[in-house]
């Protein structure tokens, strides 16, 4: 349904990576740089990928192959995901990067690990950070292009952590890709082109406008070689000295200075917050739940993911639905109701309980209270099938009043996805961010004095701008002091239930609608019985507690006007998804890259 537009590059795709150079046999690392294919924006057909040993998805050909080198020359999936998000730092700035936060899960064939790398708001921060002068909230565009909106950077703490526990390889060794990457530089992609192209805001920024812009101040074409000398001292200078290099001296202090040197609104990070971010503990415990026949394994908060993707599939248990949810690949409407019911349901106690756990308690003193199979039940009872609620009301989880004032929605953006499965069938399920597309918009060079650098997050506007609800109540979801805003990053593991083996890593970046993403994939793959591509290639469609959104291109009329008539006022929109996933299939993998982005995966 697509139409025209489709451009399909497999053949290229095929040839690029697994017809390239001998190295990648050898079974020590010396990175080459493989060929790079211009790849357009838009939707991109994608054929899914076998293979037998291992796997790398990754939202961008260069950072794939970055982790595919790392597995073949004997490094863990942990090992893989250091050198793609390195590489990601460079190719697919607008998304995620050493400045920014993630999460990541990693099986271990025994337990799931969980690291949290989500970034943490300044000492100084306090509630009314993002409030003018007279006590009302800044517009959302001008708190993200800020300094107000930066905290501190997780990502590579995250890593270093990961990597102590988990890491087979040296640690210099997986910078190798992303500094000769950086060193040589890399072609420009179409999308990143075209998202430059489209983003004012960055031209803004002294350091960016010189890297990304040429002195006309449009940006360097598709296919440009575009190389990042202060990216590559940065890295090799953590390569080689650890991450004190990062998080103490000139990129420290760089990082401070263009924080609080914003000329319209600085921000309030100091050396001492940056410093301090490696002292904190990142290892948490991972929520796992069941569903059906399968034991799903996510983030806790401050992640809302997967509390909320399990309300709504646990939810959709207790509805009647419908003879037939899937017809010509489109979900049909009566089966897009029930999903639209569980969201609100999901959706409106995200936005009313989750929050960092250092600062909010749980209803009940426990997160599992959120998905107890009672509670559950009780929540699919307010879904009619003849009609929508309209705007969810939340529920009462471990049956205590909250004080708790109900968060409005705000816009979320940006992020990437990491799914990894290596050779001892160790898995990485890891999604990255700096939230909005670029960023806060501003740029460090790690007071390198060369060109280029690395983007800083927005990440603060994840908390909600405004500390009070409409009543006067506190939200959880505030900013303090020390506090990790909630997120909505969804990294997933799913296992079968009776035997405990692994089944699939996946993901997705998209904002609030990560949540809706990763729950297709997950029910398109293990109740419709879909391959990882083709669960992934589903259209995509959300419920925010507000009007349904369906994913502009793909829906036919009949579905449309179906939902319509059960009283759900539908919005069309574009919706690009970002998702990633590998399965555990009979004799070896089977990899998914969304085709609405330029990723891939690979693997022997």
């Known amino acids: 349904m697509r139409g025209s ?25 010396k990175y080459r740089i493989p060929e790079q294919p211009e790849l357009p924006s838009g939707y991109i057909a994608k054929p899914g990928w076998p293979a037998s040993e291992f796997a790398v998805a990754a939202a961008n050909p260069l950072a794939a192959d970055a982790g595919y080198q790392i597995i073949k020359a004997g490094g863990s999936a942990v090992d893989a995901a250091i050198a793609v998000q390195l590489v990601l730092t460079l190719v697919e700035p607008q998304s995620s990067g050493i400045g920014g936060g993630a ?24 509630q009314n950070l993002f409030l003018d002068e007279n006590g009302s909230p800044i517009l959302f565009h001008d708190a993200v292009r800020s300094g107000m909106s930066v905290g501190v950077p997780g990502t590579l703490s995250l890593l270093k952590k990961a990597h102590e526990q ?34 004012d805001a960055l031209r803004n920024d002294e350091i960016a406008r010189a890297y990304y812009f040429d002195e006309n101040g449009d940006p360097h074409p598709a296919g440009y070689n575009l190389k990042n000398p202060a990216l590559a001292q940065v890295l090799r200078n953590v390569a080689e000295q650890g991450i004190p290099a990062f998080y103490q001296g000139d990129v420290a202090e760089d990082i401070v200075y263009r924080v609080q040197s ?25 929520m796992c739940n069941d569903w059906k026949s399968f034991l799903i394994c996510g983030f806790p908060p401050p992640s809302s ?28 409407a009566k089966w897009l109701h029930n999903f639209f019911e569980a969201s609100k349901l999901a959706f409106a106690d995200r936005n009313k309980y989750v929050a960092d756990p250092l600062f909010v308690d749980a209803p009940g003193n426990e997160w599992q209270t959120m998905l107890s199979r009672d509670y559950l039940a009780e929540r699919a009872e307010l879904v009619s099938a003849s009609g929508t609620m309209g ?11 909250s004080f708790w004032g109900t968060q409005a929605n705000q816009p979320e953006r940006g992020t990437s996805h990491i799914s990894i499965i290596d050779k001892q069938g160790n898995a990485v399920s890891m999604t990255t961010t700096i939230e909005s597309g670029f960023g806060s918009r501003i740029m460090s060079n790690g007071g390198t004095g060369l060109a280029g650098g690395f983007l800083l ?12 609800d409409e009543v006067g109540n506190l939200i959880a979801n505030r900013v303090e002091p020390g506090k990790r805003p909630r997120s909505s990053m969804s990294p997933s593991l799913v296992f079968d239930k009776e035997t405990g083996n692994l089944l699939a890593t996946v993901g997705s970046p998209g904002g609030a609608a990560i949540i809706h993403y990763t729950a297709k994939a997950i029910i398109g793959m293990y109740d419709w019985g879909l391959n990882a591509q083709e669960a992934i290639n589903l259209p995509n469609f959300a419920d925010f507690n507000s009007d349904p959104v369906l994913e502009q291109g793909y829906f036919p009329e009949w579905v ?45």
């Not at 599939?313 to 049909?332: F, H, K, N, R, W």
């Not at 705007?391 to 009043?401: F, H, I």
């Not at 539908?570 to 998914?592: D, K, N, Y």
């Open 103 to 126: 999460f990541l899960l990693f099986w271990d064939g025994e337990q799931v690990h969980a690291y949290n790398g989500r970034e943490t708001a300044p000492a100084a921060a306090d």
């Open 457 to 468: 997050n927005n990440e603060l506007t994840d908390f909600s701008l405004n500390p009070i």
């Open 166 to 199: 988990h890491g087979i390889l040296a640690w210099n060794d997986l910078f190798e890709p992303a500094i000769t990457l950086s060193e040589q530089g890399f072609r420009i992609s179409s999308r990143l082109h075209s998202l430059l192209d489209s983003d």
């Open 262 to 286: 914003h000329p319209v609104r600085p921000g309030l990070m100091t050396i001492d917050d940056v410093a301090a971010y490696p002292t904190l503990n990142l290892r948490t415990e991972s």
């Open 560 to 604: 449309i006007s179906g939902l319509e008539a059960l009283g759900h006022e539908v919005m069309i929109r574009p919706m690009t998804s970002g998702l990633q996933a590998i399965q555990v299939i009979e004799g070896g993998l089977f990899g998914g890259a969304d085709p609405r982005r330029e990723g891939m995966v690979m693997g022997d």
């Open 5 to 29: 537009f489709i451009v399909v590059i497999v053949l290229s795709l095929f040839l690029l990576f697994y017809g390239c150079d001998s190295d990648h046999t050898e079974e020590v690392l």
């Open 391 to 401: 705007t969810a009301v939340y529920g009462l989880p471990g049956a205590e009043q």
């Open 305 to 332: 993911g997967h509390i909320a993707i399990m309300q709504i599939l646990g939810i959709m248990e207790y509805l009647d639905q419908p003879v037939t949810a899937l017809q010509d690949s489109i979900p049909t």
